[in-house]
């Protein structure tokens, strides 16, 4: 890797050109992109990313859930969408800064800097909820499937097949190409929303009018909190985080790009929070007052069908089946990239099968493994499918938590670390994340909690955060007053040095030694070269405590699903 000599990078086919589906951009094209042609060029060039994790989180377990919240509780859950824009942006934007800036998976940074604990941790829980969730998408597949009339094995087969052969074409450009076709199928929720017309004023109130509807006829508060959670684990899931970071590096994308990065992040949002309230809507309006029970996928296709006409229906199905395989693509890949980062395999779509065998074996694996268990008989597919959107909403906050503690490592970003009102914001939303961790554990103990009962958790889960942020908030400024200080320390250094010469020597000098550096250029030096963290104190108490948090929060999630399995 010619000229990379100080590169953290661990594959030496992530450094080159851009070869995005839309376009290309040399490795010394180093020109200012000044007029908007040139803009726009390179935009399509980097567009992929962010649209395709986006649009990868539509899969078939959001259109289970996305679809029940609206045949349950109509347009009544909406606002949640509105909630999630913000936190989607700042995850997914922290994600794509340290994959630009350091050249190094998700998975690798947790286990170099926090230890082998925690990096055996996220693997381990990454890869079982990957392939859960791949069952899934393979779950959606077969419902979708047997909705259009196609044998079951036939359409897993298939289905499986075109994963498998995307992405072992070679070529970054040809998958990334194939991807992007799969991530316009998504649109075809607009017209199916536009088939159902969905009343514009409840649509409205839905955004507008936070509610929990947790009435007796459908199943109380701890069902809608149980489906808010499965909302925002289905929205805001940990293999996203994985997956952005690693193809972001795949892509060969650096801070020079970042700009244009972000951009392509918004556009993802927007097509996710549109294609999920169309989803909400549709559903909301076909079984207005028809007192029907949720089932599953196939029972929603079969509900818009009789609301809209068969054509609605078999757009429902079609537009199902394309989101579980865009959704296969893009949680195989977030598996294949972490382990491939923490094993020190060859992990990148820009190689060949012969060079990358261990990378596209797991990728085959989890593909052919989900692919079994669907088509297994007595397979507890019902169970599966529940418990990932919820088992990935307990776990985001612990994913959440080493996201924003790698965007505050200097050694890792350098001058690209989180700002103050980033850290502000994150620190908010992994409270919020914990208290509906909270509301869930007290609903599955106390099945008749009330509305009254839970906005109590809340506000106590407030307070404590309240008293954790402003203790954050001391130790930061201590922190800035110690770097102020190291800061003076390097300017006496400094005018020392400049000994014998003048007051506006000393000054130049000084200057040359604090001058700022050149943030598009900032790459993170080989992990070797960091300094090792320290863990020590209230980021020690605070790892113990999420452990804690972690194995509560998650025997709890698992009781709730075996007693709605067994229909308790």
Known sequence: MAGTARSAVLDEAHVGDIRGALGTIRLDDHAARTTLSAKFKTLLAVVGPGLIVMVGDNDAGAFSTYGQAGQV????????????????????????????????????????????FWGTFEVIDLFLLNGLTIVTEFIGITLAAGYLGVPKILAVLFAAGIIIATAFTGSFRAFERI???????????????????????????GFTTPALPGGASTGGMAAV????????????????????????????????????????????????????????????????????????????????????????????????????????????????????????????????????????????????????????????????????QVLAGVLLPAATVFLLMLCNDRAVLGPWVNSAKTNAFTGAVIAVLITLSVVLTASVMFPAITASAIFVIMAACAAVALVGGG???????????????????????????????TEAEAEKAADAA?????????????????????????????LLGLRGYLAIAMIMVIVKIVETALGH
């Open 471 to 501: 203790f954050a908030l001391v130790h930061a400024r201590r922190s800035q007053r110690a770097t102020a200080l190291a800061d003076a320390a390097v300017l006496t250094e400094v005018a020392e040095m400049a000994g014998a010469g």
């Open 179 to 205: 991807a992007m076709f799969f991530c316009l199928g998504s649109l075809l929720l607009v017209p199916l929303y536009v088939m159902a017309h969905p009343s514009a004023a409840s649509m409205a109130s």
């Open 514 to 542: 604090l001058a700022p550096v050149d943030k598009l250029s900032w790459r993170m030096p080989p992990l070797s070269e960091l300094p090792t963290p320290v863990i020590r104190g209230a980021r020690r108490i605070g």
């Open 73 to 116: 509780y109509g347009t009544k859950l909406l606002w949640t969408l509105l909630l999630l824009i913000p936190v989607l942006y700042v995850n997914q934007e922290m994600v794509l800064r340290l994959g630009a800036v350091t050249g190094v998976g998700h998975a690798r940074l947790i286990l170099s800097r926090f230890g082998k």
């Open 225 to 388: 909190m149980l489906l808010v959670i499965g909302i925002v684990g289905t929205t805001i899931a940990p293999w996203q985080l994985f997956f952005q970071q690693s193809y972001v590096i795949d892509k060969r994308i650096t801070p020079r790009f970042m700009k244009y990065e972000k951009a392509d992040l918004w556009i993802g949002i927007v097509i996710v929070v549109v294609g999920a309230a169309a989803l909400m809507g549709t559903t909301a309006v076909a079984f207005a007052h028809s007192g029907a029970q949720f089932t599953d996928s196939a029972g929603l296709a079969r509900g818009i069908a009789a609301y809209a006409g068969h054509v609605a229906g078999a757009l429902f199905a079609v537009a199902l089946l394309d989101a579980a395989v865009i959704g296969a693509f893009a949680v195989s890949l977030s598996s294949a990239y972490a382990i491939g980062d923490v094993l020190g395999m060859k992990h990148s779509l820009h190689r060949g099968l012969g060079q990358a065998k261990g990378f596209y074996a797991l990728y085959a694996a989890l593909i052919c493994g989900a692919a079994v268990i669907v088509l297994l008989p007595g397979s507890p597919l019902g169970l599966i499918t529940e418990g990932v």
